[in-house]
């Protein structure tokens, strides 16, 4: 062969095998490089996500994309699209129109993603390596969604599918295999597990907290989370205590009954805006008097205090302020850090299973397309055989026929091992366009 016949061909490969690609783009935007104000104006609602969606399948929005699916929380907006152009500009004005917003507003804030870029950004995002609390959990979950969303508008098909089930169960692994997510890792869950840890079953223990903003909300759905089923909300106000008690079946009251509360407390949480010390030692003295002797474990997340400190130096109070707190949830914070390398080393894994699923992609066609060629073409020679030998009896035709799939499967057989041994080779798509170019055998379009 020729050096110019073999160059021939080399770019016909190439060019093949540029042709058919498609490729795997995320954009979006998060808390590091958006303020909250634009993150809220390009969130998706469920019914907008639908709906976003709903027009790309109509074939009303990106003519170059083949799957979609839209994964938005309150940390970022993220759009992932498979497509045969490298290029994001028509995904960047696919969200602007979607929310009517400038694009020129957009663009300093949205990152873009690409094929092996994009895969393993989705992995980092579902393992709760690029949430604004590492680790956090919630972000699993929200992918499972989108995931959902996108299914139930047929946006989603085999390659975008399999991405996010894979990056799903990489977030299973994550929290099941490491310890990522198992420490506290915000003051008011911290407050929490210090509470169920210090009290002998916490599914029994009397809760009270005091004060209904948002730290005080918080503390109660992460007690709820650890089985607490005991919970009246204390508050200057009954109206705000009334509308925390309510979403979490507590019981109320004010602070006029404060000392009542005190007694039968088994665990208090102290988390007001008041400007001064509310609890002071000689009246948690007295409420001790009158409570036989059970322990009682105060938790002050107030920033000024809620509970004087010399409340901790009474007999049967364990108290923990904010010092205390923050201090465990940096020890926290560190040793989900440590976790990182574990779960990085997880994501490679399955990064590598999934680059496994793409190139074949490109050979199991081949392979199906290779078998059905060679079975044809025996079939026919065999056909033309045994027309001119109408005399043979069945018994023969059936050894030639034996004889042939046998001689065909020996045939084949080698050129398939390889091209399975290579499925996960980065130059599988070129294997893949040489076996099509040396056995004849016409490109199958990949199904979205």
């Known amino acids: 062969m020729s050096i110019v016949r073999f160059g021939a061909i080399v770019l016909f490969i190439i060019l093949k095998d540029i042709e058919r690609r498609m490729h ?5 935007i998060n808390h590091h490089t958006a303020s909250v104000s634009l993150r809220e104006k390009l969130a998706f609602s469920d019914d907008q996500t639908q709906s976003a969606l709903a027009r790309q399948g109509c074939g009303v929005g990106m003519a170059i994309s083949t799957e979609m699916i839209i994964l938005s929380t309150c940390n970022r907006v993220e759009i992932y699209i498979i497509s045969s152009s490298e290029s994001s500009d028509e995904l960047g004005i696919f969200l602007s129109e979607i929310h009517d917003i400038p694009r020129e507003e957009l663009t300093p804030h949205l990152y873009h993603h690409l094929d092996q870029d994009a895969i393993e950004h989705l992995l980092r995002v579902a393992a709760g390596l690029n949430s604004l609390v590492l680790g956090e959990p919630q972000i699993l979950g929200q992918v499972t969604h989108a995931l959902q969303l996108a299914r139930g508008q047929n946006t989603v098909g085999p390659i975008l599918s399999r991405l996010f089930q894979t990056a799903i169960h990489a977030g299973k692994r994550a929290r099941t295999e490491t310890l990522i997510g198992r420490n506290p890792s915000s003051v008011s ?111 002050d997340i107030a920033v000024p205090r809620d509970i004087d400190a010399d409340v901790g130096d009474l007999p049967g109070v364990k108290l923990f302020d904010m010092d205390g707190l923050n201090t465990q949830l940096e020890d926290s914070l560190a040793k989900r850090s440590a976790e990182v390398p574990r779960v990085e080393s997880i994501l490679l894994e399955e990064k590598a299973h999934f680059s496994d699923y793409l190139a074949s992609l490109d050979m199991l066609p081949l392979i199906a397309n290779l078998r059905e060629q060679a079975e ?72 979205s």
């Not at 795997?24 to 979006?28: E, P, S, V, Y």
């Not at 911290?190 to 730290?215: R, Y």
């Not at 045994?386 to 045939?411: C, M, S, W």
């Not at 099509?436 to 990949?446: A, G, K, M, N, S």
């Open 376 to 447: 044809s073409i025996r079939q026919l020679e065999l056909s033309k055989t045994l027309r001119r030998l109408p005399d043979l009896e069945d018994r023969d035709r059936k050894r030639i026929e034996a004889l042939t799939q046998a001689l065909v499967k020996k045939l084949v057989d080698a050129p398939i091992r390889r091209l399975r041994s290579e499925a996960s080779n980065e130059q599988a798509p070129q294997y893949a366009t040489v076996a099509r170019v040396l056995f004849d055998i016409p490109e199958t379009p990949r199904s």
């Open 24 to 28: 795997i783009h995320c954009l979006g």
């Open 189 to 299: 869950s911290l407050a929490a597990s210090v509470a169920e840890k210090t009290v002998i079953a916490i599914e029994k223990a009397q809760v009270v907290v005091l004060g209904a903003g948002e730290m005080a909300e918080l503390a109660v759905e992460a007690l709820r989370k650890r089985g607490a089923m005991k919970i009246l909300v204390v508050n200057r106000t009954l109206d705000r205590a009334l509308a925390l008690a309510e979403r979490w079946g507590a019981e109320t009251s004010t602070f006029e009954h404060l000392s009542d509360a005190l007694t039968r407390a088994d665990i208090l949480i102290a988390s007001t805006g008041a400007p001064h010390t509310i609890i002071h030692a000689p009246q948690v003295e007295k409420t001790l008097k009158d409570r036989a002797e059970r322990p009682l474990v105060m938790i």
